[in-house]
């Protein structure tokens, strides 16, 4: 066992929405998995594949479900795991999450020497960071 990350969850009170957020920032692919004998709304589930069935890029896959409690409230702090996503332009990925209705946590800022970084709220309050690394930022 290597104790590495290997699924991920994203709640939303709306997942056909927030899989269409999901789509048009990060172009994953996202369907739903059909479990039988599940009829109920709040047992559906999403699959959420974030490369290629094949792909040998390195990363993880997850699923999107119905959110069982109370929504994150605008300005509380994360409490929870935050996934941040590998870009190759961070700029270029900042205008789809804004354009697809999402809002920044907090601002692009140079990790000098490594990389660009910021955080982004998604539709259903949820926080994840964009990561492009420059090795030139500061």
């Given at each position: 066992?290597n104790?590495?990350?290997v ?9 056909e929405?927030a ?7 990060f172009?994953?692919e996202i369907g ?5 004998g599940?009829?109920k ?6 699959f959420?594949m ?5 792909s040998?890029?390195?990363?993880v896959?997850?699923g999107?479900?119905?959110r069982?409690?109370a929504?994150?409230t ?5 409490n929870?795991?935050?996934c ?17 209705g999402?809002?920044?946590a ?11 970084q910021?955080?982004?709220i ?7 960071g964009?990561?492009?690394p420059d090795?030139n930022?500061k």
């Amino acid at each position: 066992m290597n104790n590495r990350v290997v699924h991920f969850e994203i709640h939303a009170a709306d997942p056909e929405r927030a899989a269409a957020f999901y789509r048009d920032v990060f172009g994953w692919e996202i369907g739903e998995w059909k479990m039988p004998g599940v009829m109920k709304d709040e047992n559906r589930y999403w699959f959420v594949m974030t490369a290629p069935k094949d792909s040998k890029e390195p990363g993880v896959n997850g699923g999107l479900l119905f959110r069982r409690g109370a929504a994150p409230t605008p300005g509380q702090g994360v409490n929870a795991f935050v996934c941040t996503v590998q870009v190759e332009n961070f700029d270029e990925t900042a205008k789809k999450v804004l354009a697809a209705g999402g809002t920044v946590a907090l601002p692009k800022m140079a990790i000098a020497g490594m990389a660009w970084q910021g955080y982004f709220i998604d539709l259903d309050g949820n926080i994840f960071g964009v990561h492009q690394p420059d090795p030139n930022a500061k």
